[in-house]
DNA sequence: ATCGCCGGAGAACGACCGTTCTCCGGATTC
DNA sequence: GAATCCGGAGAACGGTCGTTCTCCGGCGAT
């Protein structure tokens, strides 16, 4: 089936990452508790037991999708940034990547905000994480705001602009959200440099 | 049968209401699907058959919440809202009641991006719910844009401020993204008017 | 007093949850 | 060839879910 022996260590690892990927399209497509373990299974392609050596509980799946999540994020925004030439525009690709992510068809919502919504309450790893994944963007647009000589206080404003634009394209299912906070942040960072 | 007391109908409907804002705390404290009938039915200190008799299914009951939160999310705007002078003032009145709201104690997050987040993708009307709340508030933003005579992009980037300070506030547990929020709103209309 | 009805309390029901266990066929090792 | 181990498949387990049903005590009418 998959290749031989490059190192039992290595498919192990492929595995772990291939049941991470099908429980992210299945969680955030439709909610973490409406997914039971049988069908992610199912969907995974491997018996219960296989799952269960993989990893302990669902709970530690739920963790590692939401750190996987975070790693596409990031490489996703980082990338759209890097394309970016001066530092204000730098600062508004954070847009153009929301814009792009809306447009996704399968797009519904920040996975975070969404996952803490429905166990932030229950489970308090869930919250660390969520609030881990949002206080590290808030770093990166720091970041980013220094680096383009603005006041300190430009990035929180406009970390909350692409939260708001988040959640306003998925509830509304309005992909413009993203323009529209772009726009909004093109005066924001008008305004002070 | 029964048909002459009206105080029937009254009591009946206080039985629900009751229902309702029981529900309301317990489900927006810990998520929908973390509670169940049984604990709404002790914390409403009723029988279940007479639960069941008030609402058919507990769905119903998730909407009737959801209804119960926005008018209570309508009237707490429209006030704070009211009491504001300027038309300025108005529009920033805004954030003021969000910032009172974050105080709170329990405050965590919009209840209805929650409830979407949970359940949006499992029940529709749950969705259109949220859908029409958001869809109303961009539509009384929009009022106040218009009624202070400020160009009507202005009242979606608006919105979407008030969105983000939202879900910023429920997962860094900082109520000072009100204070944020507010302020690159105070940058936007002055940039316009 | 007796009957019939109503609503309260909570047991019961079937479904499904996350997790564990049993069974078994096939590869590995002497 | 025989003993041993490993992992696959999925049944089983205890618990909880939303919902329904049974039982029973109180009460108004006759």
Redesign the interface.
Known sequence: MNDGDAGATATLEDARRHVIETADDLYY???I??VGMDELRRASGMSLKRLYSLFPSKEQIVLAVLAHRHELWTAGVTAKVGAAGSPTDRLLAIYDYLADWFADDSF???G???????????SPAV?DL??EH??DF?RYVADLVAAAGAPV?LA??L??????????A????NA??AA??R??AE??I??VT
């Open positions: 497509a439709r909610g508790q409406a519904r919502g920040c975070f905000i969404n996952a803490f919504g429905e166990l932030g309450a229950v919250a969520a609030r949002k206080a808030q206080e929180p404003q970390a909350i602009l692409a939260e708001g634009a988040q959640t306003t998925a509830i509304a299912g413009e959200a529209h906070a726009r909004a005066t924001l008008h305004a």
